[in-house]
T-cell receptor, first 112, second 116 residues
Framework: KNQVEQSPQSLIILEGKNCTLQ??????????LRWYKQDTGRGPVSLTI?????NTKSNGRYTATLDADTKQSSLHITASQLSDSASYIC???????????FGKGNQVVVIP | DAGVIQSPRHEVTEMGQEVTLRCKPI?????LFWYRQTMMRGLELLIY????????DSGMPEDRFSAKMPNASFSTLKIQPSEPRDSAVYFC??????????????FGQGTRLTVV
């Protein structure tokens, strides 16, 4: 079983609407969690990185939350734009073992 | 800085041929990572280097895969012989975190490999 599960696998939203992506993980002990945005044909670009003590972090219209107790994270996109169409990948780092666990991504399509 | 530079962007080769993918990390970064991405498996870490030394190659799928980093500004990932199941996008990333995985990695544009 994958250590990082993302949902929904894909979604389509209207331009201007909000959406929330989910990431559940089992990595333990936990070090940090990152959300990456990957445009089609490009490499992933980091949006946020959150450590154990952080509950929320924003990057423009992107807001990530983390509940280390339930091992859940979400990425909220506010007032979506066409340029938000991309795959959003959740990556979890384990503490002390220097390994990364990757989710398979949430594919977001924003339509006008 | 131009970012992480990978070449070629696209590679189509016949099964059994040798394939070499190249990466130039961001100047000053001391960690370099090779990833493979497919629809089925998502992103997978193949190997990473710290200060040109391979630290963890447990993600390398089999002996047909090898990676080298002869100096701080260049790395290669070689597949010999290539097989159709190797078809994927291969990403190189670099970071300045000294090998720690909790520092941000910057990705190249990737090499799309197709083995026919």
């Amino acid at each position: 079983k994958n250590q990082v599960e993302q949902s929904p696998q894909s979604l389509i939203i209207l331009e201007g609407k909000n959406c929330t992506l989910q990431c559940n993980y089992t990595v333990s002990p936990f070090s940090n969690l990152r959300w990456y945005k990957q445009d089609t044909g490009r490499g992933p670009v980091s949006l946020t990185i959150m450590t154990f003590s952080e509950n929320t972090k924003s990057n423009g219209r992107y807001t990530a939350t983390l509940d280390a107790d339930t091992k859940q994270s979400s990425l909220h996109i506010t007032a979506s734009q066409l340029s938000d169409s991309a795959s959003y990948i959740c990556v979890v780092s384990g503490y002390g073992n220097n390994r990364l666990a990757f989710g398979k991504g949430n594919q977001v399509v924003v339509i006008p | 800085d131009a970012g992480v530079i990978q070449s070629p962007r696209h590679e189509v080769t016949e099964m059994g041929q040798e394939v070499t993918l190249r990466c130039k990390p961001i100047s000053g970064h001391n960690s370099l990572f090779w990833y493979r991405q497919t629809m089925m498996r998502g992103l997978e870490l193949l190997i990473y280097f710290n200060n040109n030394v391979p630290i963890d190659d447990s993600g390398m799928p089999e002996d047909r895969f090898s990676a080298k980093m002869p100096n701080a500004s260049f790395s290669t990932l070689k597949i010999q012989p290539s097989e159709p199941r190797d078809s994927a996008v291969y990403f190189c990333a670099s970071s300045g975190g000294g090998g720690r995985m909790n520092t941000e990695a910057f990705f190249g544009q990737g090499t799309r490999l197709t083995v026919v």
